[in-house]
């Protein structure tokens, strides 16, 4: 069997799975919790022998990006194909952005959330996308080729810091997922990432613009707990061009950090914070500027 046909047949399983798990198998378990364990212990028997890893392209299913295109690793990425990866981020985008609009997406991993904004930005905008993994940045540039989104997608292979470096700086990529890696120096780690440790480029948001890049409406980051390192590398930017922030934070160190730089660069800030407390949301604003619509929405996580 050819491997595009050994695909559709994986991926038309996989996806009956996916409609029986919501219609059949959620509403069972939650009447007889005790048997979700046999049946976790069978789905992971499944997946590791008769249902191994296998990439192939699909179309997301749902979210801002659904019906694009992106090459995914199926069953570990599944949630990317699913569209129900990061909702809450997906709908501040869906809220925040117009066309026209330059975002920065920091830690856009293989562009789940880059793609859906591209499209929101239309082809007047920008989304700038960067990422320290080469794997992520390749796949990224193949998806936003895939779609013909080449001139509203710049992908950057660069992980972004406080500080610059000519000689570049560490990373740690994540082994069990692509999106759990980090930079790892200046006491930060990534607080998932499992995988090898690599050198990267490595620029800040600062050196960036003032190399020619596109001045952001919005700065998106998600760099896996070195969240205020990234803004400690815009000082110029959010002082003087005062863009909106969307920032996931992974841990309380990063948290009581970004409270402090937020009063002392002038802004305000609704922070989402799920029952387990991280990650948590930030969708912060100049204290110049009206409070964004969005904020009276019930988004959640």
Do not use: C
């Amino acid at each position: 069997m050819r491997p595009t046909a050994l695909n559709s047949l994986y991926l038309l399983f996989y996806r009956a799975y996916l409609a029986l798990k919501k219609s059949v198998i959620v509403p069972v378990f939650r009447r007889w919790p005790q048997g979700l364990t046999r049946f976790n212990d069978a789905k992971d028997f499944l997946k590791h022998r008769a249902l191994p890893s296998r990439t192939a392209w699909v179309q997301v299913q749902s979210g801002f990006a659904q019906e694009l295109w992106m090459r995914l690793r199926i069953p570990e990425e599944a949630g990317f194909w699913r569209g129900v990866h990061e909702p809450g981020v997906q709908s501040a985008f869906s809220a925040l952005l117009r066309p026209g609009d330059v975002v920065y997406d920091v830690g856009a991993h293989l562009g789940s959330l880059a793609l859906g904004a591209a499209r929101l930005v239309g082809a007047s905008g920008r989304v700038v996308a960067f990422d320290g993994d080469p794997e992520n940045v390749e796949r990224l540039r193949e998806n936003s080729s895939r779609n013909h989104l080449n001139s509203r997608v710049q992908a950057v292979h660069a992980a972004v810091w406080s500080h610059r470096s000519a000689s570049g700086i560490s990373f740690r990529r994540g082994k069990s997922l692509p999106s759990q890696g980090g930079v790892e120096s200046d006491g930060q780690r990534p607080v998932l990432g499992d995988g090898e440790i690599i050198s990267v480029p490595v620029t800040t948001l600062d050196d960036f613009v003032a190399a020619g890049g596109p001045v952001p409406q919005l700065v998106k980051i998600d760099v896996e707990g070195g969240e205020y390192e990234v803004l400690r590398g815009g000082v110029s930017l959010f002082a003087n061009q005062r863009p909106l922030l969307l920032v996931e934070v992974h841990h309380q160190q990063a948290a009581d950090k970004i409270g402090a730089w937020l009063s002392e660069f002038r802004y305000l800030a609704e922070w989402r914070i799920p029952a387990e407390k991280f990650p948590r949301y930030l969708i912060a604003w100049p204290l110049e500027h009206a409070a964004p619509a969005l904020l009276n929405s019930d988004v959640t996580q």
